[in-house]
């Protein structure tokens, strides 16, 4: 009897405890979501307050320099930085996701995963996205393409790098692009030219298709 009694004592003591296990982690669950949800909410409202100082103070506290730089961008905005040196070019662009796939967080599901892998084949088209003028014969040699979301301040974007060996790079008088053609939502590349001809900032906007870049003296 005694034994029985020690067996449904355990019992009821293991249905007890699965039952407040679950319970807390259903509570967790929940809290962990509203957080979620309340923090990224703040992070639109203070972006649409364009505060900037606000996004830096909340990121002190962390040293990941590629979240500062989720946080800093503008919707619209691409940065396009391109450096050359004796016959090579390097093209990096940085563009919010939202320019290119209409969404700044982690896919959550397969229409999600499908416009990031369509946006990162443009990316990696053998051709290209930003051309040089053809005298210049200019070739890919190197080309790599990112997606990066950052929960933390709720921005995501593409990463891209471009390579290019060129056969005469006197000869490079424009830059064409297709690039607002096909991601629409984008309005503005900053464009940061460093090169033997000197620093260059050039904003190119959506309604030119190509321009003006000497990278020799
Ligand atoms: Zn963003």
Redesign the pocket.
């Known amino acids: 009897m005694n034994k029985r009694l020690v067996y449904v004592v355990m019992l009821f003591a293991g249905i007890f405890c699965i039952s407040v296990c679950v319970s807390d982690v259903i509570v967790a669950g929940e809290k962990g979501h509203a957080h979620d949800h309340d923090h990224s909410k703040k992070k639109h409202g203070s972006?649409k307050h364009g505060s900037h100082n606000h996004g830096k103070k909340r990121h002190d506290g962390h040293t990941h320099t590629k979240k500062r730089q989720?946080d800093s961008?503008e919707?619209g905005v691409s940065v396009l930085k391109i450096a050359s040196e004796k016959n090579m070019i390097e093209m990096e662009l940085e563009s919010?996701?939202?320019d290119i796939v209409g969404f700044?967080h982690a896919p959550e599901n397969a229409q999600q995963r499908e416009k990031i892998s369509k946006a990162i084949a443009v990316f990696k088209d053998k051709a290209g996205l930003f051309f040089p003028n053809v005298e210049a014969q200019c070739k890919i040699t190197k080309n790599s393409a990112e997606f990066e979301a950052d929960a933390g301040s709720?921005?995501?974007?593409f990463h891209v790098k471009w390579h290019l060996s060129c056969a005469n790079l006197s000869k490079i008088q424009v830059l064409s692009t297709s690039f607002f053609k096909i991601f629409p939502k984008a309005k503005e590349i900053e464009v940061e030219v460093v090169s033997d001809a000197g620093q260059r900032d050039i904003e190119w906007d959506s309604d030119q298709n190509k321009i003006k870049l000497k990278l020799t003296k």
């Not at 709720?154 to 974007?157: D, F, I, R």
């Open positions: 972006l989720l961008h919707h919010p996701a939202d700044e709720g921005h995501a974007s």
